[in-house]
């Protein structure tokens, strides 16, 4: 689970995210990164991220499961993601199939790239 702090939970915020954010894609994830204009915000706020897994991807038992992974994979990340910043992922259908390897490959690329 990650901490209170660090979770999008607002449609708003995802919606800019989507919107208004760098976006990097893989075989299995699509990552949305936002960071506000305002200079002063960037120390104030941590980093939050939120999670995007639909039907597509599979039933429910395998939605969960690559949610855990994904919360997971990004606990791990969140000191090398940007002050103030919103994080979309959002886990394609191929993302189902995954190992948590794949997974681990694919989010660090595509962190790389929209961080970049």
Do not use: C, Q
Not at 81 to 110: E, K, Q, W
């Amino acid at each position: 689970m990650l901490p209170r702090e660090h979770r999008l939970t607002t449609g708003a915020d995802f919606r800019s995210a989507s919107r208004n954010g760098r976006r990097a894609g893989s075989r299995t994830l699509v990552v949305h990164l936002w960071t506000p204009e305002d200079p002063a915000a960037s120390h104030d706020a941590p980093v939050r991220v939120g999670f995007v897994v639909s039907k597509a991807v599979g039933n429910a038992v395998i939605r969960n499961r690559v949610k855990r992974r994904l919360r997971h994979l990004i606990r791990e990340r969140l000191s090398l993601l940007p002050d103030s910043g919103v994080l979309v992922v959002r886990a394609l259908p191929a993302s189902a199939g995954a190992s948590y390897a794949d997974l681990a490959a694919d989010l660090a690329h595509t962190l790389g790239r929209v961080k970049a």
